[in-house]
């Protein structure tokens, strides 16, 4: 069985994230870390494939940076890693990153899951998961909290989703997509030697060409990157006892007509 994770790096969550005098985003010497729904894909891709006795390799979209994610993949227990860049990728959307990831996989060509982080905190999206899916013409199952079977004869996986009305166990042919919950697992942390094998590792970069992609011109265009507006207010202390600061603040809303 052979298992295929996607991952990125992303900034820091704690970082700082704002438009420079260029009106480039810029997260100033803040680190990047693996995008943290990822880390919960990447666990679960290491032991799945661990399960059938197969192999599991991640996959970055993206510039030299994401090197990193793989590099902290690796270290982590996945067998393989690879980058896909190209310049005609630069400043594209969500479809093109999906039929470059579709053609990637089917450039693997033996491929029975891939496995996905609920979405991406960077760009704040989950849309190409299920644009992937459907570049391969496979069946998503997303929201998955846990992997209940996977029948490797019948090549049949059975999972239990979150939903917001409760939890759902739902039964797919192989090959599937499938988008996962913090639920699933507890990400393992790299060891020292993983660390040291994965920072000499030397990760394959292909092109749109290697992979076979063709990537139609992006439908939208970004002409400006602005900083959020300094948000402005006024803070007025209620003096009084407990009781009469919230009658007062009662009076405060209701006179706003807030209440």
Known sequence: MHVVVFTRSTPDTAAKVEVDKSGSVTWGDAATVV?????????????????????????????EMHNEALKHALAMGLDEAVRVWDAGLENSDSLAYAATAAAAVKKLGDVDLV??????????????????????????????SKIIAVDYAARTIKVERLLEQGRQVVISQLPAVITVMKDIN??????????????????????????????????????????????????????????????????????????
Request: net charge negative; with cysteine; charged share 25%.
């Open 35 to 63: 995008n943290p729904w990822d880390e919960y894909a990447l666990e679960e891709a290491i032991v799945q494939a661990k399960n059938a006795g197969g192999k599991s390799t991640v996959i970055a979209i993206g510039a």
């Open 115 to 144: 496995i996905l982080g609920k979405e991406s905190i960077d760009v704040g999206t989950d849309q190409h998961n299920y644009q992937l899916a459907r570049k391969l013409g496979w069946p998503v199952l997303s929201y998955v």
């Open 186 to 259: 507890e990400p393992r942390y790299p060891s020292f030697i993983g660390i040291r094998k994965a920072s000499k590792a030397v990760i394959p970069c292909w092109s749109l060409a290697d992979v076979g992609a063709a990537v139609a011109a992006p439908k939208t265009t970004i002409t400006q990157y602005m900083n959020l507006p300094v948000r402005e207010g006024q803070v007025q202390m209620l003096d009084g006892t407990p009781e009469e600061q919230a009658a007062k603040l009662v009076d405060r809303l209701l006179e706003e007509k807030v209440l």
